[in-house]
Structure formats: C-alpha cells, structure tokens
C-alpha cells in the first residue's frame, strides 16, 4: 500500500477513534513509547528537547569549549543533537558492533539539518581497552561506551540517541512504503548478490544506472555496501542518500501521517529519547524537514591517513581539525 493510501486509511481511523475511543488511543501511544524507550541508560530521558518557545530559557546559547579551546559539540538553545546507530545484529540481543553511526545536528536558529557520518574505522583511544577501531565500543561497552568515546575524541557530547538492527532496519523501510533511490549497475550488481545470500526472493535491480524503488531487504544492501573504489567512504555516502531521500520522502506529509509513522517506527528501535520529547520533535517535524539539509561525513579530506594497527587497517585522525570543521557545520 502506498504512503498516500496509508495516509487516507489513517485519517478515518483517526477520526473514529478520536470521537468514540480517544481515551484507549493515548493510552496505545503511552504502551507504544514505553516499549521502545530505553530505560536503562543513564539520563534516559534522551537530554533536553523543548518547544520553540521554551530554548532560550533553559540550555545555553553557546556551546561550551574545553581546555584546548576546541568546542564541544552539545545541546544548545537553538541546537539539539542526536546519534543514529545501525548495528550489525541479525537478531534482537546478539552482540554486535555500531555499522553504522551518523549525527544528526538540527539547528532551529539557523533553519537546518546537519548529517555527519562518523566512519567506523576511525584509530580511537576506547577507555579500558586501548586503541581500536570506533565501531568497537559498542561491542565493549554498549551505547555509553560509544558515548563516552564519542565525547573522549571528538567532542561530541550527545545524549540523545536511537538504534536499530538490520531485521529492524528493513521492517521499517517496508512500514514507510520502501525508498527511491539512484543506482548505479555496479552497486546493482553487489546488491543482487548480497540478497541473494540473505535467500530473500527479492526481485533483481537491473543491471542498469537508474532511479529504482527499493524494498527493505534491497535498501539495507544499499546502505552496506561497500564493495567500491573508496570502500567505507562510499559506503556512508549511501547512507547518507538513504536518509536524504526519506527526508524527501516525508517533506509533505502533514502532522497526523507523521504521528502514525511514530506508532509504525518506534517498536523497531532502541532510543532513550523520552515520550515527551518525542512528541515535541515530531510535532515540529513538518517544520523541520523543509530546513536546508547539510550531508557530510568525519573525517574530512586531507585530515587523515591510513595505517595498520595490530594488523587492523585503520584510519588515523586529526581530530582537532575535524572537531573545528563539524562545529562550524553545526552551529
């Protein structure tokens, strides 16, 4: 069913229930939040997210620097930050590393989005186990050892965050009505294969640079591909075209099919942001998704080098000069 039909269909059972059943129906959204919060992390009420009116007075106008007078990257009046993380788990509570990391920075002052691809083999000092890959804190220590990592080497200060798996990951492309996207007969090619090795029985992309839609199942093997020239470079450029197009996707739906795209997203992931900063942020989505969007990745070109390490091809870093750009992105 498409994503207008879906819409139309939500409307009239909207209605019903609001004239006859309006009492279960917040107490559904109540169960729905309270399914997929993530209780357990600390401050898990996912930071401060406050309706326009209210920014001002309760975070700061200016985001703090530390010692070496390099800014961290945190909330602000205007500003609030959150982490995407796509792990590499097949089934609910397997161990697993962070795939995939991405910062979303929404700027309300400055009307726009920020999506930062944070690569997960980027050489950091992870605390209690030394140098190694980024995407190995999450297998360590969860999402508060990402966290501190995260903050330890690039400033970020984040608490506000929402997981997902990849059976979870593709569950949610199907719920939105899949995605659009343009593919290249190369990435076709690697994608075929890779659901053909899932035994999904998806129908093959053709061999042919195109604009395609693309199923759950299709899209996660577009967003882990990296069988290219500039391997995990190119691979979060594809993700980053996922997010995007979904932007776009979404950029005129009205506030009421963006609320039941909530009830159909929020059992499929992890997050600690609360039930009622949920509600602030999806009321202000219509808003949102109509700001420029800004899509980059960290680190940038001419700030790293690789090396091996331990035998692990690895990417060392110039944090400083990355922590500098990314905040001139954001604020």
Do not use: W
Not at 16 to 43: F, K, M, T
Not at 179 to 191: N, P, W
């Amino acid at each position: 069913m498409s994503f207008q039909k879906t819409a139309y269909s939500l409307v009239f059972r909207v209605l019903c229930l609001l004239s006859a059943l309006s009492v279960s129906s917040c107490v559904a959204y109540h169960l729905v939040l309270e399914h997929s919060i993530d209780r357990s992390h600390p401050g898990g009420d996912g930071g401060s997210i406050l309706p326009q009116e209210d920014l001002k007075s309760e975070l700061p106008q200016t985001p703090p620097k530390n010692e070496d007078g390099l800014t961290v990257i945190s909330d602000t009046a205007a500003v609030q930050n959150f982490l995407l993380i796509g792990t590499d788990a097949r089934t609910p509570g397997e161990a697993c590393r962070s795939d995939a990391m991405i910062l979303i920075s929404l700027n309300r002052a400055s009307k726009k989005i920020v999506a930062c691809s944070l690569l997960r083999d980027m050489l950091v000092t992870i605390d209690g186990h030394g140098r190694n890959r980024l995407n190995s804190a999450y297998s360590f220590g969860g999402v508060d050892l990402l966290l501190k990592t995260l903050k330890d080497q690039l400033n970020l200060d984040i608490s506000s965050y929402v997981s997902v798996d990849f059976s979870s990951f593709s569950e949610i492309i199907d719920l939105l009505g899949g995605v659009d996207l343009s593919v290249s007969s190369e990435e076709a090619k690697v994608m075929n294969e890779m659901c053909a090795q899932q035994n999904s029985g998806v129908s093959k992309i053709p061999l042919k640079d195109g604009v395609y839609h693309l199923n759950g199942t299709q899209a996660l093997a577009y967003a882990r591909n990296r069988s290219s020239a500039n391997g995990d470079f190119d691979r979060t450029q594809r993700q980053r075209n996922l997010i995007e197009a979904l932007m776009k996707k979404l950029k005129n739906a009205s506030a009421l099919e963006l609320l039941q795209l909530l009830y159909v997203i929020l059992p499929n992931v992890t997050t600690n942001i609360s039930e009622e900063n949920f509600k602030v942020l999806v009321s202000g989505l219509t808003e949102y998704l109509h700001y420029q969007r800004i899509f980059t990745s960290i680190p940038q070109s001419g700030t790293f080098s690789f090396v091996t390490v331990r035998g692990m091809a690895v990417i060392d870093v110039d944090f400083p000069s990355n922590i500098r750009y990314l905040s001139e992105q954001i604020y």
